[in-house]
Structure formats: C-alpha cells, structure tokens
C-alpha cells in the first residue's frame, strides 16, 4: 500500500506546478468549482465583461433551479434510484446537474408543476 501510494505521489508531483503570484499580478478568478487558477498576462485590450455575481462571505453565490430537462432511474445494489436533471441559473449564465429527485421535490416542489415537468 505504501508503495502504491509513493508512485501515486511522484506522479502527482511531476505534473504539479507551483503558481506564484506578486501584488498587482492579474488573474482570471472562477467562482465555480474548478482546479488551478491560471496566470494571466494584462493586456489593456482585453475587455471583460462584468458578471452582477453576489459572492458571500464563504465565496459562495445563490443559484436557482430554472427547471427539470430529463428524468432517469439509475440502479445500484439492487435500488432504483429516480434522478432529475436541473438546470440552475445564476447571474453567470445556466448550468445542469442530476439531482436525486426526492430531494429536489422537497425542497423546490414548484419544479415538477404540471406545466413544467411531467415527471
């Protein structure tokens, strides 16, 4: 088990690199999940434009489920597990996860109204 885990370890460390980054550096800051943070090169023709994102003080934002766009029924271990999959909307634009959908019938019933998901 060591083993394994030393030649995971060298391998991780092979494909890492160390990001530094000095005062006034300019970066591109993703408040999505995702890993590394790029370092970005200022050039004052580059206009992006900005997002009307409420980050809280955990560096969390509010997303709401828009609606229901397709229904599955996975199996696992002998269980049929019902799944929905949500489109969330955000002041960055939509993004879809599958969901369990008896969590998502509790907490946003409105979603699976007759007129905007036939579940």
Sequence with gaps: MRAAQSRQKSYYDKRRKDLEFAIGDHVFLRVTPWTGLRKYVHDLSHVIELDNVQVKENFTYETQPLRIDDRMVKQLRGKEIPLVKVVWGSAS???????????????????????????
Excluded: I
Excluded at 94 to 117: H, I, S, V
């Design 93 to 119: 634009g939509e993004d879809a996860t599958w969901e369990l959908e008896g969590q998502m019938r509790d907490a946003y019933p409105t979603l699976f109204d007759t007129g905007k998901f036939q579940g």
